[in-house]
């Protein structure tokens, strides 16, 4: 069996997120869909992670497994053919045999985008929270200085998140003011549901001065919910590459 | 009765053009809607010229007059917190009491975006004709410079436009390779129907080598539509700018 490794961007505005569910459209079930067409094969296919409705992305990764004998060059323009035009393949590599796509990611870069004009860019609206409001940016980098490296960031998931360990490894956050939008870039080793958003919301309130850049170790240290910013929605959100070591890239 | 000036952008993606029709939507029922939310008028509103399903807008102009006491500066975000999310006002002005916004306009600036990538980008296939071909830009440059000063555009017109008079002036045509999509900007005193979507899909014609830059003479010559490229869809066009004289700006 080959092992068939695919770069996958998604326009997320229209998916009842990633992972497959009865009677509803998700980019799992579209891109399952998709294979069969072209092999005749009904299978199962892991994502890097799952990503919630209304999330995009453009590097999501994901891996199956196929007796097809279609050429691995041909796997990129043969998929796209097929898929609906707001799923779009944008690699595909032969993977060693046991690569998968969520147990051998190291790292994961989300971009969240914020749109600060007065009234919100109509070609932009489906990929960026649109905030009108005179951000601090500086006082929103200090903020972000305070997530990097290992914490418990239980204050900072959705209460509802199942697992136990709660610590995570942020790499990195950026605060960038590119043209008209705000791009805030945040690597790390892994997720809890719903962290990014709530970091993003979080320094989104501390560039509106309603929580100061100072309070984080505190709110970090509180362990609880209730003590961060509010969850940026999800439409702002893009998962923007998921990373691997070397020998699988 | 106040004159009320707009500069309107949309996503013309899920509309029936701009012009109302019974039953469809489209950008003048939607913004006339608004204002009668908003003033209690059933107003008709003037814009600068309509244009046709899946077009886009950046900087469309509409007028309409009203005995509405709503100060001029709130105009904007009470038209945009009644507006549906494709359809935003950038600016409203009061403007002199014989403005019209058709009558007045001296010039327009429209852009059209090309997508050459091998696959097409997500996020910006609703505002772009995805080409995947290699696109000669040098040829298409020389072959837009045919087409600027004046010149009867009957072949590069729609076969069905109803106007007798085919002459128009083009002021630019600037093609501009930027990141990875190709804009192309056409400046002029006036289009005819589906004008800058056949001198775009003549141009890709050209940069794919099916025209030669040296044929345009001939082809405009010609007065026949057969004898230039295809339409470029609709989905690459955004009304960019409309342009008045000074005193109206």
């Known amino acids: 069996m080959r092992n068939i490794k695919l770069i996958v961007a998604y326009d997320g505005t229209d998916f009842h997120g990633f992972q497959s569910q009865p009677n509803l459209r998700t980019v799992q079930s579209e891109l399952q869909q998709a294979i069969e067409r072209l092999t005749g094969e009904s299978i199962q296919i892991t994502g890097s992670g799952r990503t919630d409705a209304g999330v995009h992305a453009w590097g999501q990764v994901v891996n199956f497994h196929t007796s097809s004998r279609i050429p691995i060059d041909k796997w ?4 796209n053919s097929v898929l609906p035009q707001d799923l779009v393949i944008r690699g595909a ?7 998968h796509a969520r147990f051998d990611a190291t790292a994961k870069t989300y971009l969240y985008q914020i749109d600060p004009g007065l009234y919100p860019d109509v070609f932009r609206r489906r990929h960026v929270w649109h905030v009108p409001y005179r951000l601090e940016i500086d006082s929103m980098r200090k903020a972000a200085v305070w997530f990097t490296g290992e914490h418990d960031f239980t204050s900072f998931c959705n209460a509802s998140t199942p697992v136990e360990d709660k610590v995570r490894q942020i790499h990195e956050i950026r605060v960038e003011e590119f043209g008209n939008v705000l791009k805030i870039w945040v690597h790390g080793n892994g997720f809890l549901w719903n962290m990014v958003r709530i970091l993003v919301g979080t320094l989104v309130d501390v560039g509106r001065g309603r929580i100061s850049s100072d309070e984080i170790p505190a709110i970090l240290a509180a362990k609880d919910r209730t003590r961060a910013g509010v969850t940026a929605p999800a439409r702002g959100l893009t998962l923007f590459e998921v990373l691997y070591p070397k020998n699988e890239l």
Not at 93 to 99: L, P, V, Y
Request: hydrophobic fraction near 55%.
């Open 76 to 79: 990129l323009i043969a998929m």
């Open 93 to 99: 590599e032969e993977a060693s045999r046991d690569f």
